[in-house]
């Protein structure tokens, strides 16, 4: 019971970055990337739309790693 304990708190900056990440796929996208750019690129609709599928996908995986990890414990 104790690492499923130490394992959600540890997960909680993950599902940070990835709620993040769907309210702002432009910025989750242009992440340490920024500096190779004078001007802010245009991103394209597909790649939002990816990262937005994208984060919601990790969020519905981690939460069901949980409570799997839950129940079995």
């Known amino acids: 019971m104790l ?5 959600l708190i540890l997960s909680i900056p993950l599902y940070i970055l990835f709620i993040l990440q769907y309210q702002y796929p432009e910025d989750a996208i242009l992440w340490g ?9 245009d991103i394209s609709d597909g790649a939002i739309k990816y990262a937005k599928i994208s984060s919601i996908i990790g969020i ?3 939460t069901l790693f949980f409570l ?3 129940i079995i414990l």
């Not at 690492?3 to 394992?7: D, E, N, R, S, Y």
């Not at 990337?33 to 690129?41: C, G, I, L």
């Open 68 to 70: 799997v990890w839950f």
């Open 3 to 7: 690492t499923f304990i130490f394992g």
């Open 60 to 62: 519905i995986f981690m």
């Open 33 to 41: 990337k920024r500096w190779m750019y004078n001007e802010d690129p």
